[in-house]
Each structure stands twice: as structure tokens, then as C-alpha cells.
């Protein structure tokens, strides 16, 4: 079945560090791809998105390609800030659902330091 | 802030007795769906609704019911609670392909 895997935590940096979070996926045909972070004490919140091969989400400062030949959705950011401090989710949604059947890895903490 | 809100927000509770988590939404979003999250597994699919009374199994459906008499309503039932079940549940909705929005989470204990 579906499946997606992330890099184990805690990720401990200190402000200013780049950043990488490795996330690898198993699943048929073309399926969308997500990052979602949690907050301390909060739901998930979506951070950014790529439907289609080769395409690169982005947003706050975060990204991420969607590489078919090495079935990878790597998040990246150039400079941490503490504030960036959270749990962070890779997921996948099948292709030709209809409807949004999210696929989760387990998470990846991420720790910033000042 | 997508509206939706989940009670209660924490609840211990003995095992066997019964339990009912509410997600409510003021959104009309057709898609609502259960998950639990827990150490080591990340966020598991538990139960989705299709539309009023239209419901499905997840992936850990095993012990849990629900139900959606309402478009803004979806209702997690354990009927009889077990330790196993001790986890932080999130609601979540989506219109279709779009967004799903999560609650903010009802952390259950089973003692």
C-alpha cells in the first residue's frame, strides 16, 4: 500500500542553520504531495503542496520539489528562525480519489535554537 | 482560521466505558474526517464522511464508530474505551481535493 517515510527527529539546529528534512514516498502512479506542521499544543496546519513531477511548493520561506525519478518530496529551508520550531509531517493523497485520503509519515521535530 | 472545533478537549476516562468526541464545523465543507496521532506513527485515518449519513473505514477503524446526522457535525464513538485507545484525536475537513483544515485536537487518556 501507500506509504510515506521521513527522516527520524528531533532535528536540532540553531537559528540561521539550513535546514533539511528527508521525506520518500511509496505509492502508485502520481499522487499529490504535502508538508503539514504542528505547532506546539495545536492541529496540523498545510505548509505547502506539489501535485505534479517536478513541481516546487513553497511558502514562509520553505520548499520542496517533487522528484518521480527518486520518489522525493525533501523539505528545505535556507535559515531557521526559533519560530520554526514544530513537528513537521510529510503526507501523500492518492491519485484518483475524489477526495483528499491522506497518507501521514511520522513526523520530523524540529528544534531551533537562538 | 478554517472554523472547526473539537470537545471536549481533554477527557480521562476508565476503561469499558463509552466515549464520544465532537467535531463541529461552521465551514459546509462535505469531507470530515477522524484521525489519531500517535508517537512513532504519525497521523492514522480512523473514519471519513462522504455527506450526511455517508461514512467509510479508515485505516484503524478497528473499536471506533461514527456518525454524521448533520453536514457540520461528525461524531467519534468508542464504545467500550481500551488503553490502546489513549491518543490525541483530530477532526479534519476538506471540500473535495482542496485543503484539508484540522481542529485543535482532543487528547483522550484511558485509565
Known amino acids: 500500500g501507500d506509504s510515506v517515510t521521513q527522516m527520524e527527529g528531533p532535528v536540532t539546529l540553531s537559528e540561521e542553520a539550513f535546514l533539511t528534512i528527508n521525506c520518500t514516498y511509496t505509492a502508485t502512479g502520481y499522487p499529490s504531495l504535502f508538508w503539514y506542521v504542528q505547532y506546539p499544543g495545536e492541529g496540523l496546519q498545510l505548509l505547502l503542496k506539489?501535485?505534479?513531477?517536478?513541481d516546487k511548493g513553497s511558502n514562509k520561506g520553505f520548499e520542496a520539489t517533487y522528484r518521480k525519478e527518486t520518489t522525493s518530496f525533501h523539505l528545505e529551508k535556507g535559515s531557521v528562525q526559533v519560530s520554526d520550531s514544530a513537528v513537521y509531517f510529510c503526507a501523500l493523497s492518492p491519485m484518483n480519489t475524489g477526495f483528499q485520503k491522506l497518507v501521514f509519515g511520522t513526523g520530523t521535530r524540529l528544534l531551533v535554537s537562538p | 482560521d478554517a472554523g472547526i472545533t473539537q470537545s471536549p478537549r481533554h477527557k480521562v476516562t476508565e476503561t469499558g466505558t463509552p466515549v464520544t468526541l465532537r467535531c463541529h464545523q461552521t465551514?459546509?465543507?462535505?469531507?470530515m474526517y477522524w484521525y489519531r496521532q500517535d508517537p512513532g506513527h504519525g497521523l492514522r485515518l480512523i473514519h471519513y464522511?462522504?455527506?450526511?449519513?455517508?461514512?467509510d473505514k479508515g485505516e484503524v477503524s478497528d473499536g471506533y464508530s461514527v456518525s454524521r446526522s448533520k453536514t457540520e457535525d461528525f461524531l467519534l464513538t468508542l464504545e467500550s474505551a481500551t488503553s490502546s485507545q489513549t491518543s490525541v484525536y483530530f477532526c479534519a475537513i476538506s471540500e473535495g481535493v482542496n485543503e484539508q483544515y484540522f481542529g485543535p485536537g482532543t487528547r483522550l487518556t484511558v485509565t
Open positions: 506539489a501535485t505534479k513531477a517536478d
Open positions: 465551514e459546509n465543507h462535505r469531507y
Open positions: 464522511s462522504y455527506g450526511v449519513k455517508d461514512t
